[in-house]
């Protein structure tokens, strides 16, 4: 796993992600200031063939904080960090709510509580979302 200086990675825990689908629950819109922070979900800790994704998403999520000139931090959050209590439970519903709608899939973008990007996505619609444009 790579990642530049503008976006620190943090990951950690040896379990794999399996827990059962919290119920969803309204969440806030995307905040009117610039986020401090853009969360990167992964799921490379369960499904090692993800790894690939994951660090396109990091490299793409980094690129598009530095070319917004945004001071948001990059942080990457894998699913068994998620399930153990890295994000707030109402983070988690929302996460399991699109995973299981098939909304959403690893790894995903989150600002403000809200899924922003996910699966193959691409440095301008992280941009859009971190300006509030649309991509």
Request: glycine share 8%.
């Amino acid at each position: 796993m790579t990642s530049s200086a503008n976006t620190p990675a943090n990951t950690a825990g040896p379990a794999c992600c399996g827990a059962p689908a919290a119920a969803a629950t309204s969440q806030n819109t995307a905040a009117q200031q610039e986020p401090r922070e853009v969360l990167i979900i992964t799921d490379s800790c369960c499904n090692p063939a993800a790894a690939p994704a994951e660090e396109r998403a990091v490299k793409t999520v980094g690129e598009a904080i530095t070319a917004t000139g945004s001071t948001a931090h990059a942080r990457l959050v894998s699913a068994t960090d998620a399930l153990g209590g890295a994000l707030s439970p109402e983070i988690l519903a929302e996460i399991q709510s699109q995973l299981v709608r098939g909304t959403a899939q690893p790894p995903m973008v989150m600002i403000a509580g809200q899924i922003v990007a996910s699966g193959n996505f691409t440095q301008q619609e992280v941009e859009a979302a971190l300006t509030g444009t649309s991509a």
